[in-house]
């Protein structure tokens, strides 16, 4: 069973950075595209990013494009978000997942969701 573990959340000023990890079980790491997702309250949860199982190819939805970055060091069985220029809007729980390609960052039928990591973006 896929476990996932995401990490590096907290409260900031809008502006400031935060950069989110997660790490992944029960699945060999570097044969998964991955993605980050999150959900704010009162909404549906939406895609942020989503990369390659080599990292070469990337994707993001527009409202981080420039500002977010997704990496993964497969050797370390670890997924990254870089969140530079932070906005409260981006206030919300992250989430981490496999998905079964990076470029419609489509998750698995089967997929369970991590606890998150809550990002809060004070004004």
């Known amino acids: 069973q896929v476990q996932v573990l995401e990490s590096g959340g907290g409260l900031v000023q809008a502006g400031q950075s935060l950069r989110l990890s997660c790490t992944a079980s029960?699945?060999?790491?570097?044969?998964?595209?991955m993605g980050w997702f999150r959900q704010a309250p009162g909404k549906e949860r939406e895609l942020v990013s989503c990369i390659s199982w080599s990292g070469a190819n990337t994707n993001y939805a527009d409202s981080v494009k420039g500002r977010f970055t997704i990496s993964r060091d497969n050797a370390k069985l670890l997924l990254y978000l870089q969140m530079n220029s932070l906005k409260p809007d981006d206030t919300a729980m992250y989430y981490c997942?496999?998905?079964?390609?990076?470029?419609?960052?489509?998750?698995?039928?089967?997929?369970?969701w991590g606890q998150g990591t809550q990002v809060t973006v004070s004004s």
């Open positions: 029960g699945l060999t790491f570097d044969d998964y595209a």
């Open positions: 997942a496999p998905v079964l390609n990076f470029s419609s960052c489509r998750l698995n039928d089967d997929n369970q």
